[in-house]
Nanobody, 126 residues
Framework: QVQLVEDGGKLVQAGGSLRLSCAASGRTFSSYAMGWFRQAPGKEREFVATISWSGRNTIYARSVKDRFTISRDHAQNTVYLQMNGLKPEDTAIYFC???????????????????WGQGTQVTVSS
């Protein structure tokens, strides 16, 4: 079992920046990829970014590429999502998730993720 707790969401003006964090606990001794997803009001949850256990492989949604950066710190058992150039359409609940895999595994398929956090609200005002 892996427990995930997100933090860092808040109200920010358009053009601003935020850094979300996701702390993992529990079974942290084996490799797993981490992902960020988001769900806006009235919409389905969508993929944002993912990073492999090694940190060498990342994938971003087209809508956030070049604005968001995913990273992970094994010493802290934490994955981050640095969000720059925020837009009102980035407003959503942001969830982190974990999926078992080898060191280089990444996936954007949320159905493959077996562990989820409770989410953190990001609101971007225009």
């Amino acid at each position: 079992q892996v427990q995930l707790v997100e933090d860092g969401g808040k109200l920010v003006q358009a053009g601003g920046s935020l850094r979300l964090s996701c702390a993992a606990s529990g079974r942290t001794f084996s490799s797993y990829a981490m992902g960020w997803f988001r769900q806006a009001p009235g919409k389905e949850r969508e993929f944002v970014a993912t990073i492999s256990w090694s940190g060498r492989n990342t994938i971003y949604a087209r809508s956030v590429k070049d604005r968001f950066t995913i990273s992970r710190d094994h010493a802290q058992n934490t994955v981050y999502l640095q969000m720059n150039g925020l837009k009102p359409e980035d407003t959503a609940i942001y969830f982190c998730a974990a999926v078992d895999g080898d060191n280089e595994f990444v996936t954007r398929q949320q159905a493959q993720y077996g562990y989820w956090g409770q989410g953190t609200q990001v609101t971007v005002s225009s």
